[in-house]
């Protein structure tokens, strides 16, 4: 059967319509699928910086902020000249530190310090370079700070550097192109130094003292070929020698009651000259000291108290005194600013006396006695300790002021006196000491027969009569000579004349 024309067209525009859905699904089907969009994640701008920060700044170690104190203390002590003083305390810092208690470049500052100490303090050159490698190796990067190395301890730290850091190896682009063929090695004489001192280099002869003698026709002088001596420095000392004169009042009480200017006691003025050098140095704990003297009371008359007397009235007596002393002492000194130590020593008491008035000891002794002249000498060893405290000292620069105190067991003939003394001074110059002194016997033991007791300058030669001593003097300095000033970068050489 034959369809109209309208129903073919509506069968043909239904096909087609058909067609195109089955070519869009395929072309669906055909294509892969779309990944899901991940989600943003949340954006924290507040702690995302810091946290950054943090993660990238090293964290300190734990001991770093302790040693750099440290190494300012004992930097301000190496330019004090408190070279001991700077080496303890640095090299208890090193071993604190160990391996992770301070970051590398704390321990290395703290090493080239202690190099600095060495080299520029106690003149070790060795020790001096081991803490330089050390201290590199650890930071390449690590300085001296400015205006403390001396030219030798830069010179050390350069070597340091070289042993510690190897040079970098050539660049391809500066290295010269391989030759074809080795060139044939010829072997170079090197001359050694032109000078040394007053010396010179001679061909043939090496270094030598004088003119040339290859260069010159003449006969050469003696000095040529004579050996060489070169100049050692100077130790870092404080030694002092001082001549005194001193001016004072001496209280003598035979009888020992410790009561002075009770109307029993007797006073006069004397007059001593005494010198004492004395050993001591920056590198040094221990010191060494001399102390030799002698006094002279020429007269005083007046009533005196004689123990041995049986009367109750003091007797008018004319005495003389003359005194010597020599002590020997050794004292450790931890800083400079203090020493203490024992000393022993030697002491002699010449007594001259007369009595007045035609006066004797005893009621029962001849009258004819009296007015003459009679000698006692009484004598033993001396010995104790002291503590003497100075300002601060360093080389070219002594102390101003000083204080001693010693107290000592003075042996006699039959007694042995306790004796306190005092000192303190001021030093307006180098070479010059102004002191005043105090010497009191605080107690007396031993045994005397009185009774036995006849001479007038045998009760003063056998009790220990001087109670008290008091006085002033003047100093000056036998150690007179150039004096340079220390610097930060160590001590000068040359020796001070007094501290």
């Keep these: 059967m034959k369809r109209p024309p309208s129903t073919r067209r509506g069968l043909r525009a239904a096909a087609a319509s058909v067609l195109a859905l089955v070519m869009v699904a395929a072309a669906a089907l055909a294509a892969p699928p779309k990944a899901p969009a991940a989600k943003a994640a949340p954006r924290d701008s507040a702690s995302s910086k810091p946290a950054a920060r943090d993660a990238a700044a090293p964290k300190p170690a734990p001991r770093d902020a302790t040693s750099q104190k440290i190494e300012r203390e004992a930097r301000a002590d190496f330019q004090s000249a408190n070279y001991g003083q700077a080496e303890r305390k640095l090299k208890q810092a090193v071993d604190r530190c ?96 032109e000078t040394l001192g007053d010396a010179k280099w001679s061909d043939g002869l090496g270094i030598v003292r004088g003119a040339d003698p290859a260069q010159s026709s003449s006969k050469p002088p003696e000095t040529v070929g004579a050996p060489i001596s070169l100049r050692q420095p100077k130790a870092l000392d404080l030694d002092e020698a001082f001549l005194r004169l001193s001016l004072g009042k001496r209280t003598y009480t035979p009888i020992n009651d410790g009561q002075a200017g009770s109307g029993t006691d007797l006073s006069g003025f004397f007059f001593a000259l005494d010198g004492r050098p004395e050993w001591r140095s920056v590198t040094s704990p221990i010191g060494i000291w001399f102390d030799l003297g002698l006094s002279l009371m020429p007269y005083v008359s007046g009533p005196l108290k004689v123990p041995a007397s049986r009367s109750t009235e003091p007797m008018q007596v004319k005495l003389t005194h003359f005194e010597f002393h020599g002590q020997f002492g050794i004292d450790a000194t931890p800083w400079t600013f203090i020493s203490v130590g024992p000393f022993v020593g030697y002491h002699g008491d010449l007594y001259g006396v007369t009595l007045k008035d035609e006066q004797s000891l005893n009621a029962s002794s001849s009258s004819s006695s009296g007015g003459k002249g009679n000698a006692s000498f009484d004598h033993g060893l001396d010995y104790g300790g002291h503590i003497r405290l100075r300002t601060l000292e360093r080389v070219g620069k002594p102390a101003v002021l000083y204080g001693d105190y010693a107290m000592s067991h003075r042996r006699g003939r039959y007694l042995t006196a306790t004796v306190q003394h005092v000192e303190v001074g001021v030093r307006p110059g180098s070479s010059v000491q102004l002191f005043l002194f105090y010497e009191s016997r605080s107690s007396a033991s031993g045994y005397v027969s009185l009774a036995d007791v006849h001479d007038p300058a045998d009760v003063l030669g056998t009790m220990m009569p001087v109670e008290t001593v008091m006085g002033l003097g003047i100093g000056g300095s036998l150690l007179v000579g150039p004096v340079e000033a220390a610097n930060p970068s160590g001590p000068a050489d040359g020796r001070r004349g007094g501290k």
């Design 98 to 193: 160990g391996t992770k208690s301070c970051s590398a470049e704390v321990k290395a500052q703290l090493l080239v310090t202690l190099g600095l100490v060495y080299a520029g303090g106690f003149r070790k050159g060795a020790e001096a370079s081991s803490a330089f490698v050390e201290a590199l190796k650890l930071d390449p990067k690590a300085t001296i700070p400015a205006g403390l190395g001396s030219p030798e301890a830069q010179r050390l730290f350069e070597e340091a550097r070289a042993t510690a850091l190897p040079p970098p190896p050539p660049s391809s682009a500066s290295a010269p192109p391989a030759a074809s063929s080795a060139p044939e090695a010829v072997e170079v004489p090197i001359k050694p130094l």
